[in-house]
């Protein structure tokens, strides 16, 4: 424990401290104020900016990957050890977004790995499955990568 609140430095779990855990949002702006300034912030480093967008690059590879393999086994037919594949990446994929360093929000991980599934997936059907990307899809994926750097980039604490 350091100041009352238990040591958030593991590399996989962040644990939090049971006087922490909040029942009502805060309502007024300096609630909300405060407790933000309870909750870890990510001390950015380039190697931490790295680490981050390889864990969401790993998650994509995961999620996209044995979302592909099942679908080639009941939609375009290929053989039963394609779904069970899929399905253990797809088991595995759920792991992978705790490897986000301590101070990252579960909520906003999620939020922000959503716009990097978007980006993504457009690259691995146009690479695998030839389904190239039109102007529409372009300019989505970027009004998602612009939301996820403001997102995941903003200074907190």
């Given amino acids: 424990m350091r100041n009352g609140k238990e040591d958030a430095s593991h590399p996989f779990i962040s644990y939090a401290a049971a006087n922490s855990i909040q029942l009502t949002p805060p309502s007024t702006p300096a609630e909300m104020g405060a407790a933000a300034e309870d909750n870890n912030v990510i001390h950015w480093t380039v190697g931490t900016v790295f680490w981050t967008l390889g864990v969401f690059l790993l998650a994509g590879l995961a999620e996209i990957g044995g979302g592909w393999l099942v679908w080639q086994g009941i939609r375009?037919?290929?053989?039963?050890?394609?779904?069970?594949?899929?399905?253990?990446?797809?088991?595995?994929?759920?792991?992978?977004?705790?490897?986000?360093?301590?101070?990252?929000?579960?909520?906003?991980?999620?939020?922000?790995?959503?716009?990097?599934?978007?980006?993504?997936?457009?690259?691995?059907?146009?690479?695998?499955?030839?389904?190239?990307?039109?102007?529409?899809?372009?300019?989505?994926?970027?009004?998602?990568?612009?939301?996820?750097?403001?997102?995941?980039?903003?200074?907190?604490?």
């Fill in 76 to 157: 375009e037919g290929k053989p039963w050890y394609y779904v069970l594949s899929g399905c253990i990446v797809l088991a595995l994929y759920g792991f992978v977004p705790t490897l986000q360093p301590p101070g990252s929000a579960f909520a906003r991980v999620y939020a922000v790995y959503g716009g990097v599934f978007i980006v993504l997936s457009y690259l691995w059907g146009w690479a695998l499955d030839g389904d190239r990307p039109d102007v529409g899809d372009g300019v989505g994926a970027s009004i998602a990568i612009a939301g996820v750097a403001v997102a995941w980039f903003w200074p907190r604490g």
